[in-house]
């Protein structure tokens, strides 16, 4: 095992038990390819011919079909586009919903967000450059960015196999500025510069943990080497000799038709614009993405052209966190380079070695799976606020289990799991204690609680008080609690590394097994809370550092919110942070491994204008309890040295006039956007309560005019 992880702030968990997101889109990427370029793949433009295959894929495409339009359904998603890839033909491509308000179907070349998919290609750009000699995996990542800084001096350890792998400890995410509706290119010197006052989470190289930021900085190791903007590298050497004609990343707007849109009761909302490039900014097709799976099928070769060398195509492949710390039984992630897993559960249980990555942004939802030996692949992209990955994954793996019976491998579909069977039995008071606690995991705080009858429950916060799930967990002889609602479901506390972790079993997948997701870390009580932090919990804040096209403005409010019964810890954001630390700084402290324990970070606090400022990771928040009044009558507004946005509240309903702004929006009390606009503007009405944001360049002043 690696070195255990280190313990930033001052964490403490009681005693064990005893007993678990684009690339240059082509439309204006970056370089502009026409996204109305003729389809390119070798497949049919009918949606389901299988003339080019010797097998007959009629079973798969009529029960993919099927499962397709009940994912639709049950999502809620706007529309789904797939492809299923038998080598190198494309046996079934198909469409399902709508792109506008007509009920018109997505076309096969519509394009979406690949999300997190877009890892693949950034993995693939740094073994490219490793089969040239051009970079080593387990050298020092400053070797090839020479200005990554962090706070902690532990991140000269940090390799470049860390950085694909999600072992490099790195806090996780900075969302500043990651999703807008307009492309926005400072990115990546954004992350340098948050990173250089970041501390890591745990001694790199110990545990994995998903991390947006790890492909952030492999996207800069792509540019700094190969002397390209990281999108003009995908696009040079894997979009273009893969033939991948609608694939890339936005770089400038492109025709809004091109992609497929969520469609909301006011039409299709505007198109997400993701500016994390390597780590989930790429848009594609099914078709194109058909064409990167094949190269992966055929060893790194794609139509005799090689684009990755098969000893970089194996070691992406490879389980890379054998080593880590995982207390889970059933690892639903087995990071590969790149890869969410390497040994996908759903296939391993019918003896297939599955690789996928799945990928997901706040409009696009995407699913990624290869079936190496078998020579199959499915890629499964849908548009929808309430579609995820974790559908598309479940979609893709139903059609490549119908594909393997059809194929002869497999004689019938598996059986989908059943209730528990196993007996149940009196848990003892020991038995109870060991497992009874408040656990926390980010945007995760639950606390186990013992009923009478000796079954045990989950509850979570509401309003300051526990509301506990009516569902009930009884013990089984194998140390389970198993649902009463659920029987297929259960829960148990595993323990390592002295901190003990509520771990939740649930039917995955097609539903014939089991994940474990390691939920939460118990944490106890601290005895000396910090009086300062205390007296900061129930106030709301609001965003003031993100640029004007921003998605964060949709929701500029947060929330520092006590902890019931759990004195010294806080929670903004879905993070919990140590608030006895330091009057100034409530540190990150979980030590969690895949996903739960993602996207952390300090909490600290800046004095700006003789008010208590907060910083998460790359945004900042003033106090909302310290918005100035707007007077009647011309009011100036000043821009600081930082140029951050500025907010004014309204006394009483009226209207403004602004001007010498570059952007304006207009909030209710309870931060619902009402209007919003570039440039000046005359006579918008203000609600009581409202609140005004304003934009402008650092060191000017805007003028506004309450009615």
């Not at 497929?260 to 490039?277: F, H, K, M, R, S």
């Not at 509401?462 to 659920?486: C, H, I, M, Q």
């Not at 601290?526 to 003031?544: F, N």
């Amino acid at each position: 095992m690696s070195a255990r992880p280190a313990r930033p702030g001052r964490p403490r968990s009681s005693a064990p038990l005893g007993l678990v997101a684009c690339a240059a889109m082509v439309v204006t990427l970056a370089p502009a390819v026409a996204v109305a370029a003729p389809a390119v793949a070798p497949a049919p433009a009918a949606s389901a011919s299988a003339a080019t295959s010797t097998v007959s894929y009629a079973r798969t495409i009529a029960a993919g079909r099927a499962a397709a339009q009940a994912t639709l359904e049950g999502t809620g998603a706007s529309s789904i586009s797939l492809a299923l890839a038998d080598g190198a033909r494309i046996v079934w491509r198909e469409t399902f919903g709508a792109v506008n308000t007509a009920g018109t179907a997505p076309t096969l070349d519509t394009v979406y967000g690949i999300g997190s998919v877009s890892k693949m290609l950034a993995t693939a750009s740094v073994m490219q450059l490793v089969d040239a000699g051009r970079v080593v995996l387990d050298a020092p990542v400053t070797r090839y960015i020479t200005d990554f800084r962090m706070a902690d001096p532990a991140y000269r350890q940090i390799t470049v196999r860390m950085l694909l792998n999600h072992t490099a400890g790195l806090p996780g995410t900075d969302y500043s500025n990651g999703m807008s509706t307009q492309p926005y290119a400072g990115y990546e010197d954004q992350v340098l510069r948050v990173l250089r006052t970041a501390r890591l989470k745990t001694t790199p190289g110990s545990m994995s943990v998903y991390c947006n930021d790890c492909f952030t900085l492999a996207g800069i190791v792509v540019s700094r080497v190969s002397g390209k903007p990281y999108t003009q590298y995908v696009h040079d050497s894997i979009f273009a000799p893969l033939g991948m004609q609608h694939s890339g990343f936005v770089t400038s707007l492109p025709p809004a038709d091109a992609f497929a849109p969520v469609l909301g009761d006011d039409g299709p909302a505007p198109l997400e614009v993701t500016n994390i490039y390597a780590s989930g900014g790429a848009y594609s097709t099914p078709s194109d993405m058909s064409r990167l799976a094949t190269m992966f099928i055929n060893g790194g070769t794609f139509q005799g052209r090689r684009i990755l060398s098969a000893a970089s195509v194996a070691e992406m492949g490879t389980d890379q966190i054998k080593s880590t710390l995982d207390p889970s039984v059933a690892r639903w992630m087995v990071y590969g380079l790149g890869w969410d897993t390497v040994a996908e559960l759903g296939l391993a249980k019918v003896g297939v070695t599955g690789w996928v990555k799945g990928g997901d942004t706040g409009d696009y939802h995407a699913g990624f799976t290869v079936a190496p030996g078998e020579r199959l692949a499915v890629t499964v992209l849908g548009a929808g606020t309430t579609f995820s990955s974790t559908a598309a994954e479940a979609l893709g793996e139903t059609i490549l289990l119908n594909a393997l019976v059809d194929r002869g491998t497999l004689r019938a579909l598996p059986r989908k799991v059943g209730v528990a069977t196993v007996k149940a039995v009196r848990p003892t008071d020991a038995q109870l204690r060991a497992v009874s606690g408040i656990y926390l995991g980010q945007g995760s705080t639950i606390r186990v609680v013992v009923n009478s009858d000796r079954s045990i429950s989950l509850a979570r916060p509401t309003d300051g008080e526990w509301v506990a799930n009516p569902t009930k967990y009884t013990l089984r002889r194998d140390g389970r609690f198993w649902s009463t609602a659920d029987p297929a479901s259960s829960v148990r506390v595993v323990y390592g590394w002295d901190r003990s972790y509520l771990v939740v079993s649930i039917p995955f997948g097609y539903g014939h097994y089991r994940i474990d997701a390691v939920t939460g870390e118990r944490v106890a009580p601290s005895a000396e809370p910090s009086a300062a932090w205390q007296a900061r919990a129930g106030h709301e804040w609001l965003l003031v550092s993100d640029i004007p096209s921003s998605m964060a403005w949709n929701a500029p409010a947060s929330r520092l919110e006590a902890i019931p019964d759990l004195p010294g810890y806080l929670v903004l954001n879905g993070v919990p942070v140590d608030a006895d630390y330091s009057d100034d700084l409530a540190p990150m402290f979980l030590v969690v491994p895949n996903a739960n324990g993602r996207d952390l970070n300090d909490l600290e606090v800046l004095r700006v204008g003789g008010q208590e400022w907060l910083r998460q990771g790359g945004s900042v928040m003033r106090p909302v309890d310290g918005v100035p009044v707007l007077v009647a009558g011309a009011n100036a507004v000043p821009f600081g040295d930082t140029g951050y946005a500025e907010w004014r509240s309204v006394p009483g309903a009226g209207t403004v006039s602004v001007s010498g702004v570059s952007d304006w929006a207009v909030y209710s009390a309870d931060y619902e956007r009402l209007a919003a606009g570039s440039g000046s503007a005359d006579g918008v009405a203000v609600p009581t309560g409202g609140l005004l944001l304003l934009f402008g360049p650092a060191g000017t002043t805007a003028s506004v005019m309450l009615g």
